[in-house]
């Protein structure tokens, strides 16, 4: 059992940076595949970007590309959502999620453990 607390979410103006963070409880964290997603009302929720267990480099959705950047430190069971950038579309609430040797799909299903999300507004 994994247990995932986000923290790092705002209110930051448009062109702004924030640095979102999961924290993972349990051992074996650097077993666990790790990917972001992000959800609006009304909307699916929508992959961001995963790094997956074997430290391969990350993958990230068409609008992250250039702006975000995912890493993990595994002494500290913490993954990190970098975004620089950032406007309004990016408004949403962010979520980490995780599954053992997960090598970063950007398919929601592939992850077991959700963390309770972190909202992010962009002012325009």
């Known amino acids: 059992q994994v247990q995932l607390v986000e923290s790092g979410g705002g209110l930051v103006a448009a062109g702004g940076s924030l640095r979102l963070s999961c924290a993972a409880s349990?051992?074996?964290?650097?077993?666990?595949?790790m990917g972001w997603f992000r959800q609006v009302p009304g909307k699916e929720r929508e992959f961001v970007g995963a790094?997956?267990?074997?430290?391969?480099?990350?993958s990230y959705n068409d609008s992250a590309k250039g702006r975000f950047t995912i890493s993990r430190d595994n002494a500290k069971n913490t993954v990190y959502l970098q975004m620089n950038f950032l406007n309004a579309e990016d408004t949403a609430v962010y979520y980490c999620?995780?599954?053992?040797?997960?090598?970063?799909?950007?398919?929601?299903?592939?992850?077991?453990?959700w963390g309770q999300g972190t909202q992010v507004t962009v002012s325009s």
């Open positions: 349990g051992r074996a964290f650097s077993r666990y595949g």
């Open positions: 790094i997956g267990y074997i430290g391969s480099s990350p």
């Open positions: 999620a995780a599954d053992l040797f997960n090598t970063g799909t950007p398919d929601p299903g592939g992850y077991r453990y």
